[in-house]
């Protein structure tokens, strides 16, 4: 394992294992080349049943390619959802490691606003009294694998004392 040492923003030195974070970014990268490549393959094909010439469908693929349209069109966003992921993957390991330093704080299962539907575990956890960072470990925490989503869970544990903060300043 790689594991890195990275300060925090509380000044709190907490540590991440890399292998673990890449090699997930690793395994949907090589899924999204490989649904690339059964694209390509099948619009080689469609195009030569049109009659196209094995150097016009070169052409025509290479363009799109550069233009991003056709069946490339997604792929600017695939690799950006790939990266976002990663960087998403890395600080939650970061943030779930620095917990441990504090193991009394107690912490509230926050469901991730920008996920349009929850599964069940999750909605479950949000449900949870908050509750010291052991506990939570015991029960599984975001992106560790133990929710029905496994390590894509984009929910977060986040210390009661901020989301006071926040309904402070919020009003909410």
Same mark, same amino acid.
């Given at each position: @394992?790689?594991?890195?040492?990275?300060?925090?923003?509380?000044?709190l030195f907490i540590s991440m294992?890399? $292998?673990?974070?890449?090699?997930?970014? $690793?395994?949907?990268?090589a899924t999204f080349i490989d649904e690339i490549f059964v694209k390509v393959e099948s619009a080689v094909a469609n195009l030569a049943k049109t009659g196209m010439s094995k150097a016009a469908i070169k052409e025509k693929l290479y363009a799109d390619a550069? =233009?991003?349209?056709?069946?490339?069109?997604?792929m600017k966003r695939g690799i950006g959802d790939i990266a976002a992921t990663g960087t998403n993957k890395a600080n939650?390991?970061?943030?779930?490691?620095? @917990?441990?330093?504090?193991?009394?704080?107690?912490?509230?299962?926050?469901?991730?606003?920008?996920?349009?539907?929850?599964? =069940?575990?999750?909605?479950?956890?949000?449900?949870?009294?908050?509750?010291?960072?052991?506990e939570w470990? =015991?029960?599984?925490?975001?992106? =560790?694998?133990?929710t029905d989503c496994g390590e894509h869970c984009?929910?977060?544990?986040v210390p009661v004392g901020i989301l006071k903060?926040?309904?402070d300043l919020t009003g909410e």
């Open positions: @394992m790689s594991d890195i040492k990275v300060e925090s923003k509380t000044g294992d890399l $292998d673990t974070v890449i090699a997930g970014i $690793d395994e949907r990268m550069t =233009a991003g349209t056709g069946i490339f069109s997604g939650q390991a970061a943030y779930n490691t620095e @917990m441990v330093t504090d193991a009394e704080e107690i912490y509230a299962w926050v469901l991730d606003p920008g996920v349009k539907e929850h599964c =069940a575990t999750c909605l479950n956890n949000a449900e949870i009294p908050p509750q010291p960072f052991p470990q =015991a029960i599984g925490v975001p992106g =560790a694998g133990a984009q929910c977060s544990l903060k926040v309904s």
